[in-house]
T-cell receptor, first 115, second 112 residues
Framework: NAGVTQTPKFQVLKTGQSMTLQCAQD?????MSWYRQDPGMGLRLIHY???????DQGEVPNGYNVSRSTTEDFPLRLLSAAPSQTSVYFC??????????????FGPGTRLTVT | GENVEQHPSTLSVQEGDSAVIKCTYS??????FPWYKQELGKGPQLIID?????GEKKDQRIAVTLNKTAKHFSLHITETQPEDSAVYFC???????????FGTGTRLTVIP
C-alpha cells in the first residue's frame, strides 16, 4: 500500500495563476480532506469529502475548489493564486467516523509558494 | 467546531526525562481524543488516541490521560529519546465527525 500520495512536492506560482494539487489514496477510505499549515499554526481544514460525489467546506475554503469523482482521488484546485495561499498543503484520508473515531492518514505534503 | 488550546508551545527536556503536553477543548460531546506527531518535512502521524469511556491509555513510553469534566487531555512521554524531538498536535474532532481541529502544536526538543 502506498497510503496517501500527493503531487507535486514543491510548486512556485505567480499571483493569478491556477493549478491543481493532486491527492490519491489506496486504502478505500470514504473520508478525504485537505488542510493547510502555516508557520506556528496547526493545520486548518480547507475542504473535505465523505464519499465520491460529496464535498463540503471546512474552516478556510475561500480561493479553493475540490471535486471527488472517485473514492481514490481528491484534487484541490487553486483558482487564482494569491500570496496568502503560500503554505504547506496536506491531504488526509480515513474510514468514515462513527462513534469510535478513526486514525487519519496524512500525505507528505505540497509546499506551495506564490510570488 | 472545537476551540482547541495546547500548552506549552515549546518544551525542551534532557534525554531520559519526562515530557507532558496538555490540550483543552470546548465541545463537551467530543468522544475521541488523538495525538499526532509531525517530524520535519513530513505529514502528521497518529501516535496515540483515547476514547471517552477510558481515562488513561498507555503504549510503551507514551500515554494519554483524559479529564472529561475539565475538558482536557494530556500526552505523557517518559524516558525521552532524541528521536522524540518533533512537533506534537492534539486534534480532537467534533462529536461524531471526521474533521479534526488541530491545536497550535508543541515543539519538543530532547537534548542528548
Amino acid at each position: 500500500n502506498a497510503g496517501v500520495t500527493q503531487t507535486p512536492k514543491f510548486q512556485v506560482l505567480k499571483t493569478g495563476q491556477s493549478m491543481t494539487l493532486q491527492c490519491a489514496q489506496d486504502m478505500n477510505h470514504e473520508y478525504m480532506s485537505w488542510y493547510r499549515q502555516d508557520p506556528g499554526m496547526g493545520l486548518r481544514l480547507i475542504h473535505y469529502s465523505v464519499g465520491a460525489g460529496i464535498t463540503d467546506q471546512g474552516e478556510v475554503p475561500n480561493g479553493y475548489n475540490v471535486s471527488r469523482s472517485t473514492t481514490e482521488d481528491f484534487p484541490l484546485r487553486l483558482l487564482s493564486a494569491a500570496p496568502s495561499q503560500t503554505s504547506v498543503y496536506f491531504c488526509a484520508s480515513s474510514r468514515l467516523q462513527d462513534a469510535q473515531g478513526y486514525e487519519q492518514y496524512f500525505g507528505p505534503g505540497t509546499r506551495l509558494t506564490v510570488t | 467546531g472545537e476551540n482547541v488550546e495546547q500548552h506549552p508551545s515549546t518544551l525542551s527536556v534532557q534525554e531520559g526525562d519526562s515530557a507532558v503536553i496538555k490540550c483543552t477543548y470546548s465541545d463537551s460531546a467530543s468522544n475521541y481524543f488523538p495525538w499526532y506527531k509531525q517530524e520535519l518535512g513530513k505529514g502528521p502521524q497518529l501516535i496515540i488516541d483515547i476514547r471517552s469511556n477510558v481515562g488513561e491509555k498507555k503504549d510503551q513510553r507514551i500515554a494519554v490521560t483524559l479529564n472529561k469534566t475539565a475538558k482536557h487531555f494530556s500526552l505523557h512521554i517518559t524516558e525521552t529519546q532524541p528521536e522524540d524531538s518533533a512537533v506534537y498536535f492534539c486534534a480532537p474532532p467534533a462529536a461524531g465527525a471526521n474533521n479534526l481541529f488541530f491545536g497550535t502544536g508543541t515543539r519538543l526538543t530532547v537534548i542528548p
